[in-house]
């Protein structure tokens, strides 16, 4: 399963995760209970987080994702194998994400790729 990470249909890179590619869905609430025992839940929205990890990438993959991280890039996210559905992402990683070595390789490149839907 292929997905599209790209800021227009001019720059982006296709992405082919690993098997253990994970989808959080979040939501942001608050829940309180009074002293007779009612329950109120106010939701106030809610975010998707996809981890994805992937290796065996070229240095132009890495360049563009980890510079779109650096510059905190406002990304379009898609799945190529026929789903209309585009999320609108930006690259969270705390530290850069495409950054290891695939051994004994010098020139192929892995990581994990954190976006959230903003």
Same mark, same amino acid.
């Given at each position: 399963?292929?997905? /599209?990470?790209?800021?227009?249909? $001019?720059?982006?890179?296709? &992405?082919?995760?690993?098997?253990?590619?994970?989808?959080?869905? $979040?939501?942001?609430?608050?829940?309180? /209970?009074?002293?007779?025992?009612?329950? !109120?839940? !106010?939701?106030?929205?809610? !975010?998707?987080?996809?981890?994805?990890?992937?290796?065996?990438?070229?240095?132009?993959?890495?360049?563009?994702?980890?510079?779109? =991280?650096?510059?905190?890039?406002?990304?379009? =996210?898609?799945?190529?194998?026929?789903?209309?559905?585009?999320?609108?992402?930006?690259? &969270?990683?705390?530290?850069?994400? &495409?950054?290891? !070595?695939?051994?004994?390789?010098?020139?192929?490149?892995?990581?994990?790729?954190?976006?959230?839907?903003?």
């Amino acid at each position: 399963m292929t997905w /599209r990470l790209f800021i227009d249909s $001019s720059t982006g890179v296709d &992405v082919d995760p690993e098997w253990d590619l994970a989808l959080e869905d $979040s939501k942001i609430e608050d829940q309180h /209970r009074a002293l007779d025992g009612s329950r !109120y839940v !106010y939701k106030w929205g809610r !975010y998707r987080r996809w981890k994805v990890p992937v290796s065996f990438v070229d240095s132009s993959f890495r360049f563009h994702v980890n510079t779109w =991280w650096l510059s905190n890039a406002q990304l379009l =996210w898609m799945d190529n194998s026929g789903s209309t559905d585009v999320f609108s992402v930006q690259i &969270v990683n705390d530290s850069i994400p &495409v950054g290891g !070595y695939v051994k004994p390789y010098t020139d192929l490149f892995a990581g994990v790729i954190e976006l959230e839907t903003f």
